[in-house]
């Protein structure tokens, strides 16, 4: 570790976009960290490139008889620190570069969070909403068993994320076990709990998210009873952190998923939306829009929305060079892997705006992941408080932390949360050491 490392090559002209952008942002966040722990370039491009990764061709016969043939990947990026973990996405927007840059980060929060696993991610470009739910099994089915050589309780263990649930882990979970002869809880996390899921796991990344979203009010001076909040993004991380965020009595007042926007009717001192509301209109039509207890704005301008705290939990890079300086909200927690990209990251440290990391913010359900891979292996469940209260203690440690690192070395969350994950991940790499 003697030479300090140079940051990553500059970029090529031409920006790169799509998941090429997230990939390089995520490659300069590994490269700072690596600066500001005067580690030396080798240890970079050991942690810049996935260890190993596999791209599949999934056939897909459709319901009406035609036959399609999707691609999926599967990138385990580190796994020096125990098997590789990480989602399952289901979406048109997939593509390599984006999997490789969410198996990083993948890496980066079980580290910080020090659960045993390294970081993974897989992904099938398709879009979900234009699937039958055969469909949806048979592809998930396919991309199992294409990638079942690389995954396993000890090797790799996929979970939900964009556009999967725990239907399809329940599917991966019964492919997995049918091809190895036996049932194989530990392969999957984020299973139903009828089938060896544990109690608060679908609650756990939005339970997470709000943990920390309240322990930085907090740092900031701010009651959360007199907070206001807008939500990007109402699946299974948005709507919890909405409703939880609202139990903890902050008012709620704009929230948005890929149809619409709304936001509170009420003057800026009142309740904000009502959740529960919400809720039932999102499980009747299946989506915010069109709910008549709030109005309907856009999406650009729920970012912009005058509220103390942002949580975008929806999709990478959404918050960008050319709307980043619009935010009003005294603090970003990110619910999504990505929303902001470098260049916002920029802007909003400028104008002085708190932004929780991912890696940090997130990672409550990778945590109850980890509590569901020890109670399947151990055939012994635990009791929702039992999750619950731990997950709340790993949370509020890893704030703690993560603050104390920033203090420390003068830098901003992401850069004390990424540099924590790499001297952990590179400490594991020395005392392993090269093979051969
Ligand atoms: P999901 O598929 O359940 O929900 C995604 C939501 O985002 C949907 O409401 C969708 O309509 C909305 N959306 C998509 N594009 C949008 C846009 N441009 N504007 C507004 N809304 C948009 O996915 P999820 O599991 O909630 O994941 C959301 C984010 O959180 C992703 O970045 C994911 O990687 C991350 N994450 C998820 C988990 C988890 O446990 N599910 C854990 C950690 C991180």
Redesign the pocket.
Same mark, same amino acid.
């Given at each position: 570790m003697e030479d300090r490392a140079s940051a990553p090559a500059a970029p090529a002209a031409a920006r790169p976009v799509g998941g090429a952008a997230t990939l390089a942002d995520a490659r300069a966040q590994l490269a700072a960290a690596v600066e500001l722990l005067g580690y030396d370039r080798g240890t970079y491009e050991l942690l810049a490139a996935p260890r190993r990764e596999v791209t599949v061709s999934i056939p897909l016969r459709r319901d009406d008889g035609s036959v399609e043939v999707l691609t999926g990947h599967r990138v385990q990026h580190n796994y020096s620190r125990g098997p590789g973990k990480g989602?399952v996405?289901f979406s048109p927007q997939v593509d390599l570069d984006e999997v490789r840059a969410?198996a990083m980060w993948m890496t980066w929060k079980c580290a910080l969070l020090d659960v045993p696993y390294g970081g993974a991610k897989g992904g099938v470009r398709i879009d979900p909403r234009q699937c039958s739910t055969a469909e949806l099994e048979r592809v998930t089915r396919r991309f199992t068993s294409e990638i079942s050589p690389l995954i396993g309780p000890t090797q790799d263990v996929p979970?939900?994320? %964009? *556009?999967t649930d725990e239907q399809t882990m329940a599917w991966m979970m019964d492919t997995y076990s049918v091809g190895a002869g036996h049932t194989v809880l530990g392969v999957v996390t984020?299973k139903p709990v009828a089938l060896g899921g544990s109690l608060g796991r679908a609650s756990?990344?939005s339970r997470g998210v709000v943990h920390v979203a309240l322990a930085a009010l907090g740092h900031l001076g701010l009651d959360p009873r007199r907070s206001t909040a807008a939500v990007?993004?109402?699946?299974? %991380? *948005?709507r919890g952190t909405a409703r939880f965020l609202a139990e903890a009595g902050v008012a709620v007042r704009a929230v948005?998923?890929?149809?619409g926007a709304v936001a509170a009717l009420d003057g800026a001192g009142g309740p904000g939306l009502d959740v529960a509301a919400l809720e039932a209109h999102v499980d009747a039509t299946g989506s915010v829009a069109g709910f008549r207890g709030g109005v309907r704005v856009t999406?650009e301008e729920l970012l912009a929305a005058d509220v103390d705290l942002l949580v975008p939990?929806?999709?990478?890079g959404?918050l960008h060079e050319g709307n980043a300086a619009d935010v009003r909200a005294r603090l970003v927690v990110e619910?999504?892997?990505?929303?902001t990209t470098a260049a916002a990251d920029a802007l909003l440290a400028e104008r002085g705006v708190l932004v929780v990391p991912?890696i940090l913010a997130?990672a409550g359900?990778?945590i109850v992941s980890y509590f569901e891979w020890v109670q399947a292996n151990q055939a012994y469940w635990w009791s929702e408080d039992e999750v619950e209260s731990r997950l709340a203690d790993r949370m509020t440690s890893a704030w703690d932390q993560v603050l104390a690192q920033s203090q420390r070395h003068g830098v901003d969350l992401r850069a004390a949360a990424t540099s924590l994950a790499v001297q952990r991940v590179t400490e594991a790499h020395v005392l392993r050491g090269l093979y051969p």
């Amino acid at each position: 570790m003697e030479d300090r490392a140079s940051a990553p090559a500059a970029p090529a002209a031409a920006r790169p976009v799509g998941g090429a952008a997230t990939l390089a942002d995520a490659r300069a966040q590994l490269a700072a960290a690596v600066e500001l722990l005067g580690y030396d370039r080798g240890t970079y491009e050991l942690l810049a490139a996935p260890r190993r990764e596999v791209t599949v061709s999934i056939p897909l016969r459709r319901d009406d008889g035609s036959v399609e043939v999707l691609t999926g990947h599967r990138v385990q990026h580190n796994y020096s620190r125990g098997p590789g973990k990480g989602g399952v996405r289901f979406s048109p927007q997939v593509d390599l570069d984006e999997v490789r840059a969410l198996a990083m980060w993948m890496t980066w929060k079980c580290a910080l969070l020090d659960v045993p696993y390294g970081g993974a991610k897989g992904g099938v470009r398709i879009d979900p909403r234009q699937c039958s739910t055969a469909e949806l099994e048979r592809v998930t089915r396919r991309f199992t068993s294409e990638i079942s050589p690389l995954i396993g309780p000890t090797q790799d263990v996929p979970a939900p994320d %964009v *556009g999967t649930d725990e239907q399809t882990m329940a599917w991966m979970m019964d492919t997995y076990s049918v091809g190895a002869g036996h049932t194989v809880l530990g392969v999957v996390t984020g299973k139903p709990v009828a089938l060896g899921g544990s109690l608060g796991r679908a609650s756990a990344t939005s339970r997470g998210v709000v943990h920390v979203a309240l322990a930085a009010l907090g740092h900031l001076g701010l009651d959360p009873r007199r907070s206001t909040a807008a939500v990007q993004g109402f699946g299974k %991380v *948005g709507r919890g952190t909405a409703r939880f965020l609202a139990e903890a009595g902050v008012a709620v007042r704009a929230v948005s998923d890929q149809d619409g926007a709304v936001a509170a009717l009420d003057g800026a001192g009142g309740p904000g939306l009502d959740v529960a509301a919400l809720e039932a209109h999102v499980d009747a039509t299946g989506s915010v829009a069109g709910f008549r207890g709030g109005v309907r704005v856009t999406g650009e301008e729920l970012l912009a929305a005058d509220v103390d705290l942002l949580v975008p939990a929806a999709v990478e890079g959404v918050l960008h060079e050319g709307n980043a300086a619009d935010v009003r909200a005294r603090l970003v927690v990110e619910g999504a892997n990505g929303p902001t990209t470098a260049a916002a990251d920029a802007l909003l440290a400028e104008r002085g705006v708190l932004v929780v990391p991912d890696i940090l913010a997130n990672a409550g359900g990778v945590i109850v992941s980890y509590f569901e891979w020890v109670q399947a292996n151990q055939a012994y469940w635990w009791s929702e408080d039992e999750v619950e209260s731990r997950l709340a203690d790993r949370m509020t440690s890893a704030w703690d932390q993560v603050l104390a690192q920033s203090q420390r070395h003068g830098v901003d969350l992401r850069a004390a949360a990424t540099s924590l994950a790499v001297q952990r991940v590179t400490e594991a790499h020395v005392l392993r050491g090269l093979y051969p």
